[in-house]
């Protein structure tokens, strides 16, 4: 089975992308910062990782730099999913490392189209 790790500070989040990959199939591991998601993806390999920007601890993006620099999620698909749209800040994304973006509200029909397509 296909195992997704969400990272959001936000308990609802977390709920609500839980259920959507649930419902498709995945397994869903969950952490609430970068910190957190970091300790988790080394003591277990994920398939992909679903990741908010801003978050407490350790961000988004330094989550991401940090998981490149791992043997293990040199090319495991990181997306990230956070209020941030600005063209500045996807780019700050992508140079890190991240796989795509996707922007809240979610649209679930979508989140899981994208999943699909970079797994």
Not at 49 to 59: A, C, E, I, Q
Not at 79 to 90: H, N, P, Q, R, V
Not at 101 to 111: A, E, S, T
Request: hydrophobic letters at 45%; proline letters at 4%; glycine letters at 8%.
């Amino acid at each position: 089975m296909t195992k997704i790790l969400a990272v959001d500070d936000s308990a609802s989040m977390r709920q609500m992308v839980s259920f959507t990959l649930k419902g498709a199939g995945y397994e869903v591991v969950e952490a609430s910062d970068g910190q957190q998601a970091l300790d988790l993806a080394k003591k277990q390999q994920v398939d992909l990782v679903l990741s908010d920007v801003n978050m407490p601890v350790m961000d988004g993006i330094a989550l991401v730099k940090e998981l490149r620099g791992l043997p293990s999620y040199k090319f495991t698909p990181i997306l990230m999913l956070t209020t941030e749209s600005a063209g500045d800040k996807k780019m700050e994304g992508k140079q890190a490392g991240a796989t795509g973006w996707l922007v809240k509200p979610f649209n679930p029909d979508q989140l899981l189209a994208t999943i699909k397509k970079v797994l």
